[in-house]
Every structure is written in C-alpha cells, then in structure tokens.
C-alpha cells in the first residue's frame, strides 16, 4: 500500500527477522509500519489464608518479578524491529502494550482510527484469546481492513496477484474498498463468483459485472469468473481457485452471516481466518 500507514501487531516471540519482506515492501511503497507488540500479564495469584469469607489475601512475593520479565521480552523485541527498521530503510514506530486479550477489541480500535489497515502477525495464534480478540477487534472495532497470513507471501503488501471472492454483501463491498489500492497496483485481479443466483433480487444479470465494471475504471486489470461450488465448502473453493489463479492475496468480505452461526456451525469467514496458507484481506 503505496503511503499507508500499516498497524501491524506482533507478540514478544515474534522474531525480527520474519518481518524482512515486510520492511522491503514498506520501504518500496513508502508504507509507515506502526508496530504493537503485544503481551499478557502474568495473572495475580491470589491466595487466600483461612476458610472465613475474610480470608487474608496473600499474593506471591515474586509476581512482580514475573511482570517485569514478561515485559522485558516485549521490550526486547522492540528494540529489535526497531534495529531492523534502521537497517532496511522503512519508516515505522514500534510501542509495546500489556493488557488481558479482551481489551484488546477497543483498545484496536483506536488505533486503526488513523490507520489504512491491520496486520495481524501469525504468531498471534500462538495464545487464542489473544488472537481472537485481536481478529474481532479489527473486524468489528475498526474502519479499516485487516490481513492476515502476511509472512506466508513476500508480495502480501505489494501483491502481483488478488482473488476477490464476490457476493454482493456489504461486507464484501466494504472489502475490496479497503483494498483498492493494492488492486490498483496489481498486474491481475480475478473477481470469483461462487454459485451466483442470476436474478435482479439476488446477484444481477450478470453476477460480478458490477463490481468489474467499477474496478475496471479504477484501471485494474480485472478477469470475471463464475464457479460452482458442486457442493464444496465455499471456503475451500475460495482457496483452490486463489492458488489456481496465482493469488498472491485473497479479498473477501468477513461475517455475512452472524458470528453466533459461524462458530456453532462453521462458515466461509472461519475457514479463511483458520487457514495459514494464503494471505488474506477481510472486512466486515
């Protein structure tokens, strides 16, 4: 993203050297990488002496320690994107921040107000909640769009290839908004429609054509298709087409059914987030 400001989260165990093609693509694009390194505190180990409802709380004598060591590794890490960021050249700014998993929605929130989108780092997955909550912090909390999967592409930031999995959703629409300017600067995107229902009510005449048309006039170079599903998981779909396309980033509007639905039965948006293979762009 040519000129963007990037929030990208990163963890205390991310290693520097994995954001290498990102700096590279930052410093190309003149991108600005906000980096946040996120960590959970040690919980309080509170315990109580007696069996009275007023109990003497106790806490142990080296909790404190273990905060301080918890955030020297955040702080460590710090430092070290912030050598890396001298090094290659790209503008960027590196905070850390300690804070249980659920405030991180609000608390991203804040921080995408002023970005052009979210990174999330894989090794978010490494702690659920955290992940979780920092997934649902950038689809719900925030204007902008989020990616996932960028170390699995050097060419997440700068791709050379975008599927954009169409459905006439809001979330959809909202989606390729928010990547505009990588579909601009893309020598190819393929719009893939998965089991259109050709009716004026539903995906038009010509399902796709639309929003064709419009990238079109943006000058991206755009390829329409329409497939079926045969009964496949859409999810899956997405993802076969994306690497018969030669995708080098999938964009895809997220939730477009309720998120109680998605994680009792499962949905497209859940496998996308799931998958670790491709690098994605959701919005909802």
Sequence with gaps: MK????????????????????LQSAAAQRTHLSFLVLGTPPRPPIYAYGVESYGIPSVPDNWLEEIEASKAVQIETAQKI????KGSGANGDVDILGCEPAALPSIIGRRAAT?????????????????????????????????????????ALQP????????????AARAVHAALPLLKSATEVEVGVFDPVVS??????NPGSDVARWLSHHECKVVLQQ?????????????????EAGADLIVMGAYGHSRMRQAAFGGTTRSLIEQ?????????
């Design 3 to 22: 000129n963007a400001i990037l929030l990208v989260l990163v963890t205390g165990s991310t290693k520097a050297s994995d954001l290498d093609q990102m």
């Design 82 to 85: 912030r050598d890396r960021l």
């Design 115 to 155: 970005c052009d989108a979210v990174v999330i780092s894989n090794d978010l997955r490494r702690d659920d909640a955290m992940f979780r909550n920092a997934v649902h912090g950038a689809l719900f909390q925030s204007p902008v769009g989020m990616i996932l999967n960028p170390e699995r592409s050097g060419t």
């Design 160 to 171: 050379a290839r975008v599927f954009v999995a169409w459905d006439t959703s809001l979330p």
């Design 200 to 205: 004026p009510e539903r995906d038009g005449e």
């Design 227 to 243: 497939y079926p599903s045969g009964g496949e998981e859409i999810g899956t779909c997405i993802q076969k087409r994306a690497v």
């Design 276 to 284: 670790t293979d491709m690098a994605v762009l959701l919005a909802h």
